[in-house]
Every structure is written in structure tokens, then in C-alpha cells.
């Protein structure tokens, strides 16, 4: 993508000047405002103008939401809002940008103008380009000559139904084992993802996530924890806690598609040392038998111990793995997906292996420029597949 200015620098901090407070970034951040992500006819620039600043990552979606609130002048504003025949900025490409790293990127949505007396506020709140995957319903899946496999059909879906959604799928992995799945006509292709195709994993008894990072490019793939990307020293932690509740810890399963039911799977390491507990794991009617062992055998795989369910908001230095020393900007690159970990616990190995205490994966972040903090949330199955299924579908569709 290209970068029409010079990146100016600023600290971290606040400032006040004619239009009131406002945010100095930390590092060379800039927030821009263009006509489209093809259309790169910049509109504005609102960087010095921002009072406060906050975007978010998720697994499944990727780029969140991005909230922002900025002092301007009434004539500004009006730019922003849909007036006579002039169509406003909805929808318009606003991307945050730290060096020539894209930190997030998205479709403005809702634009609120307010006033008093002697100041101006716009409010705006942009969404990653995943929700993009709710426009258009999905009527029929085309296949295009592919298999039924999950990676034909999700590619089948962006290319018939989301069209804001770059056509490089090449990031989008094979999933092994054909689903024969009918799928709901007239509804969304976010919908089908998370609800029936991504829970099914593949015969390794992988988890697949999907999201639309950087320039649109969709990405679906199996968490595979070969590095870790952050380590975050224990007293980086301003805000943090561990706790691991054993109520949701399930060491037998089978699974339901509505019909039929297949034969429960045990964890006999996890029955030596907790209680036997068990559970039914619901399945997309149509299912195959072979999918439906393998949803069982991944359920039973995360449940059987205790997890950890915490959130921990970092403000001091984070280092990136590959390099020495803290990482500029850190934390505001930190995003779900990542694999993190915290150091000064107890002596870990130089390995990676997630242990549901010191080292874990990333499904959600937060990051607040004001105060330049980032609040992670680590993986964390739910009790429940359709417990699973509901909160997925609440975080990214908003």
C-alpha cells in the first residue's frame, strides 16, 4: 500500500491546543481516513485531532472494531455526515498505521457529531473487514469445480458473497476430510464459518481460526504453536491475575449431529486425576461420521484440564522473540493470534508448548492509545460447543 506523506514522530502523552486535548502517539502513528481501500484519495488526517483511541483484534474476524474520538471544527464534521445527495463517510477506508506497519484497518460505520459551547466531537467507530462478510446472503454455495472440502467452500463463499474481501486466498489453508454439509441459504458467509465449518477442524484434531488481516487477504489455518511471538516480563503486567476453574473440564464426549450419535471418547490421564466427567458435543446435521469423531476427539482434547480464564492489561515493556531488547511500539502490535508469553513465573523451557498458565495463544485484544495499554485475552475453550459457537458469533458481528 502506498504512503502518500512523510511519517511524522510524537510522544506519547496529551497535549491541549485551539480545538482542546488531544493525543501525542507514542511512536509515528497516523490515523487516515480514504475514499476506499482501491480508491486511495486521501480525505483526512486525523491524527493531532484525536482525543481518544481504541481498536481491537479477535479470533475468528481479526481486525475488531476501532473506536475514535476527535475535536474538530462543525465544518469538518459536516464532511463526515450524509447531508442532501452528498453521501457522507460511511463506509469510507480508514486505516491506523505506526511506521509503515498497518496497526489496524476497516469500513467507518457509525459517525456521531456533538457540540457545546465552545467545542466540537466527532465520534466514530470503524469494523475490521470480516463484517464485510455479512453484506451479501449466501443464496447457493458454488463450489466452481472445487471439492467439498471446508477451504472450497469458505473460498467459494468470499469470491460469490464479499466482494470487499481480496481475492489472494491463498493464505487459506487446506483443511483435510470432506464435509457433506447443506448449508442455510439466505443467510451470511461469517455465519457458515464460524457456526459450521471452522468448528470442524480437520482429522488432526486441529483448531482452525479465520480472519481478515492486513489489505483484506482472508487467512484460515490451524493453530500451529511452533514459536513464541512476545515475551512479556511478569512486572509488565499492571493488571493481571490467574485463575483456572475445573467447571468446565470435560474428559469424555461424543457427539449429536440431531440424529446420530457416536461413541463418547475418553481422556484416561485426565480420569486418573480429576473426576469423570462428560459431555455431548453438538455437530451440523449432515455431518460426517469421520468429522464428527474428530469435533469429539479436539473437544475432549481441550477439556480435560483445567483452564486458565484471564485477562492481563500490560503497560510496560514487551520483547518481540526474534529480537533483542524491547520492541518499539510493542504493544500496540500485539493482536489475537499471537502467542505470548509471561517470564519471572517459575523456570520454563526454551520451547513453545501453551501449558495454559506461562504460555498461551491470543483470541482477543485491546489496545488504548491514550494510555498506551493493551488488554489480552488468552484461549480458553468454553463449556460448550454452542456455548463456543454463541460467543464467537457476539464478538465479530457486532
Known sequence: MPFPYDFPFYFHGTGTGARGAYVVFRGPMRVLVYESYSDLTLLDELTERITSMAYTTALHGGFKSCTIRASITLAEGLLYLRRGNLPGRHFKHLQVLEGHQTRWEGRIMPIELAWSRD???????????????????????????????????????????????????????????????????????????????????????????????????????????????????????????????????????????????????????????????????????????????????????????PQQESTFSISGPVYRRQQFGPEPGGRSAIRAGDVVRITGLTPIADTAS?????????????????????????????????????????EVTR
Open 354 to 394: 501453551l501449558d495454559n498458565l506461562r504460555t498461551f495463544f491470543v483470541v482477543d485484544t485491546s489496545y488504548d492509545a491514550l494510555s498506551d495499554v493493551v488488554r489480552i485475552t488468552p484461549d480458553r475453550p468454553a463449556s460448550t460447543l454452542s456455548v463456543f459457537l454463541a460467543r464467537q458469533g457476539v
Open 119 to 305: 467545542q466540537v466531537e466527532l465520534s466514530l467507530t470503524a469494523l475490521g473487514y470480516w463484517s464485510s462478510c455479512r453484506d451479501q446472503r449466501v443464496a447457493v454455495v458454488d463450489y466452481s469445480g472445487g471439492s467439498n472440502t471446508v477451504d472450497s467452500i469458505i473460498k467459494a463463499m468470499l469470491t460469490a458473497e464479499c466482494p470487499d474481501i481480496s481475492s489472494d486466498q491463498s493464505n487459506i489453508d487446506a483443511a483435510a476430510g470432506a464435509v457433506n454439509l447443506t448449508l442455510a441459504v439466505d443467510t451470511y458467509a461469517q455465519d457458515h464459518i464460524i457456526q459450521a465449518l471452522a468448528p470442524l477442524g480437520d482429522s488432526d484434531d486441529a483448531t482452525y481460526d479465520f480472519a481478515i488481516w492486513e489489505d483484506r487477504v482472508p487467512y484460515y489455518a490451524a493453530r500451529n504453536v511452533t514459536a513464541v511471538d512476545w515475551e512479556i516480563p511478569l512486572y509488565s503486567i499492571d493488571q493481571g491475575r490467574i485463575t483456572q476453574d475445573p467447571a468446565h473440564l470435560r474428559n469424555a464426549a461424543d457427539s449429536y449431529d440431531g440424529t446420530t450419535r457416536t461413541a463418547a471418547a475418553s481422556d484416561t490421564d485426565s480420569q486418573a486425576r480429576y473426576p469423570v466427567r462428560d459431555a455431548v458435543v453438538d455437530v451440523p446435521t449432515g455431518t460426517t461420521a469421520a468429522r464428527a469423531l474428530d469435533a469429539r476427539d479436539r473437544y475432549v482434547s481441550e477439556h480435560k484440564d
